[in-house]
């Protein structure tokens, strides 16, 4: 096994100060504003962004302080394995999420419809490219029976640590 490491190339801006009550999903902050700060020396990595509405980031899920590999995500409430759910307390913490982007200025991405806790570590961006995604009949698993439901859910309690309260 080989010892793999990112270096954070930016910080996370949003109105959500902690875990709980921040959105679990970006369609759950539709229409929420925030702001991706991309350290000066990337700077130049953000050339032709512009052109794209929305962008991928992938992120550390910093306040995550332990590691469970089952856990009863937010939308259900039966236990999954971790890895058929998107929750914070991963092997490797990693985050995800498609954000609008509204506009660039500098080193600063302006972006809608977040689900992220303000401060987070920024470990890359890549443009959404519809065509690249997959055809045909999607499967979703667990998460079927809650369609619909990503919007008005919140994160509690149930991933923060004590030391993250």
Known sequence: MIEVSYKQIGVIHSPYKAQKGTPIQPRGGENVKGTVEVFPQYKEGLAGLEGFSHVILL??????KQVSLKVTPFLDQDE?????????????????SIVRLLKIED??????????????????????????GPKGTIKQGWYT???????????DQRFISKTNE
Do not use: C, W
């Open 145 to 155: 029976k809650h369609i619909g439901s990503v919007t008005r859910a919140r994160a």
């Open 80 to 96: 999954q394995g971790i890895f058929a759910t998107r929750a914070p307390v991963r092997p490797n913490p990693i985050g995800i």
């Open 59 to 64: 992120y550390h899920f910093h306040l995550a």
């Open 107 to 132: 080193n600063r991405l302006f972006i809608q419809d977040m689900d992220i806790v303000d401060g987070t570590p920024l470990l890359d961006i890549k443009p959404f490219i519809v065509e690249f």
